[in-house]
């Protein structure tokens, strides 16, 4: 079966933009996690979507925002964008809200300029 | 302060030898994913480690749970270059439906 598919790979951005990172997940998995990953911080923990709802959140600012359609497909997006946002975005998706492990895509990689 | 600690940081060996990576932490976990990411990719499930003192192999990889479920290693057994990636463990947090990873070891294996 198709893999977590991430759009798109690459994308660069001028400061102060706003970028919208799209995820579909595994046919009939329902949650679908964020995550990014800097070389200093490593994998940090954005939000999880469960049925539509945001089910938890990280440590990040209210510019990080998310969203979950009906078909399990879900989009991130940052507002306001800073330097520091320049990182790798991971989607992970669960079939069993990770007890099960979860299957992550290859990522969109962002770099603000 | 991370929850995780992985050592070592960076590792660098020669094809055909041996190597342990280490996951620690100062609390129990209930149990420990292990993931190995390439670059330009996402990571990849390796195993997921539950009980105290279990042992699981995948081919030449050997994980261990300590037995005070505090502490996992992961072995590698004659490295091929196509071990080479990032190894990185992972705690999952139950209530929150969330991972917390450690810092990873970054392993290169030279042919």
């Known amino acids: 079966k198709a893999g977590v598919t991430q759009t798109p790979r690459y994308l660069i951005k001028t400061r102060g933009q706003q970028v919208t990172l799209s995820c579909s997940p595994i046919?009939?998995?329902?949650?679908v996690s964020w995550y990014q990953q800097t070389p200093g911080q490593g994998l940090q923990f954005l939000f999880e979507y469960f049925s539509e709802t945001q089910r938890n959140k990280g440590n990040f600012p209210g510019r990080f925002s998310g969203r979950q359609f009906s078909n399990s497909r879900s989009e991130m997006n940052v507002s306001t964008l800073e330097l520091g946002d320049s990182a790798l975005y991971l989607c992970?998706?669960?079939?069993?809200?990770?007890?099960?492990?979860?299957?992550f895509g290859s990522g969109t990689r962002l770099t603000v300029v | 302060t991370q929850l995780l600690e992985q050592s070592p940081q960076f590792l660098s060996i020669q094809e055909g030898e041996n190597l342990t990576v280490y996951c620690n932490s100062s609390?129990?976990?209930?149990?420990l994913q292990w993931y190995r990411q390439e670059p330009g990719e996402g990571p990849v499930l390796l195993v997921t480690v539950v009980t105290g003192g279990e042992v699981k192999k995948l081919k030449r990889l050997t994980f261990q749970f300590g037995d005070a479920r505090k502490d996992s290693s992961l072995h590698i057994t004659a490295a091929q270059t196509g071990d080479t990636g990032l190894y990185l463990c992972a705690l999952r947090i139950q209530g929150a439906q969330k991972l917390v990873f450690g810092q990873g070891t970054r392993l290169t294996i030279n042919p």
């Open positions: 046919s009939g998995h329902r949650s």
């Open positions: 609390s129990v976990f209930s149990s």
């Open positions: 992970a998706s669960s079939s069993y809200r990770g007890s099960r492990g979860y299957t």
